[in-house]
Nanobody, 114 residues
Framework: VQLQASGGGLVQPGGSLRLSCAAS????????MSWYRQAPGKQRELVAA???????RYAVSVKGRFTISRDNAKNTVYLQMNSLKPEDAAVYYC?????????WGQGTQVTVSS
C-alpha cells in the first residue's frame, strides 16, 4: 500500500485549500485515515482523523475550519481547509492505519502568507 498526497500550495490568510491523499491497494475502505502536520521546529501533530465508519475528530485548533472526508470508491481521503491562518502553515502528511499496519504518505507543503 502506498499513499500519495497532493493539493498543497501557497494561499493567502483566509483562503482555502483541499488536500487529497490517494491510496493504492484494497485495504483503504477498512482503514482509519488521518492527516498530520509538522511546522519547522515543531513536533508532528494530529490535525484530523476519520475511521472506516466515517467517525471524525479534529484538533481543537482546526475544528470548525477543516473538514476531513473520504471516498472509498476512489481510495482517497480529503482535507478541506478553510479560513486558513499563518499558523496552519506546515508540511501535511496523511496516514493509513489498518490493524498493525501503519503507512505514511509523503508530505505536501502548505504555506499561508500574504
Amino acid at each position: 500500500v502506498q499513499l500519495q498526497a497532493s493539493g498543497g500550495g501557497l494561499v493567502q490568510p483566509g483562503g482555502s485549500l483541499r488536500l487529497s491523499c490517494a491510496a493504492s491497494g484494497s485495504i483503504f475502505r477498512i482503514s482509519a485515515m488521518s492527516w498530520y502536520r509538522q511546522a519547522p521546529g515543531k513536533q508532528r501533530e494530529l490535525v484530523a482523523a476519520i475511521t472506516s465508519g466515517d467517525i471524525t475528530r479534529y484538533a481543537v485548533s482546526v475544528k470548525g475550519r477543516f473538514t476531513i472526508s473520504r471516498d472509498n470508491a476512489k481510495n482517497t481521503v480529503y482535507l478541506q481547509m478553510n479560513s486558513l491562518k499563518p499558523e496552519d502553515a506546515a508540511v501535511y502528511y496523511c496516514k493509513l492505519e489498518s490493524g498493525i499496519l501503519t503507512i505514511w504518505g509523503q508530505g505536501t507543503q502548505v504555506t499561508v502568507s500574504s
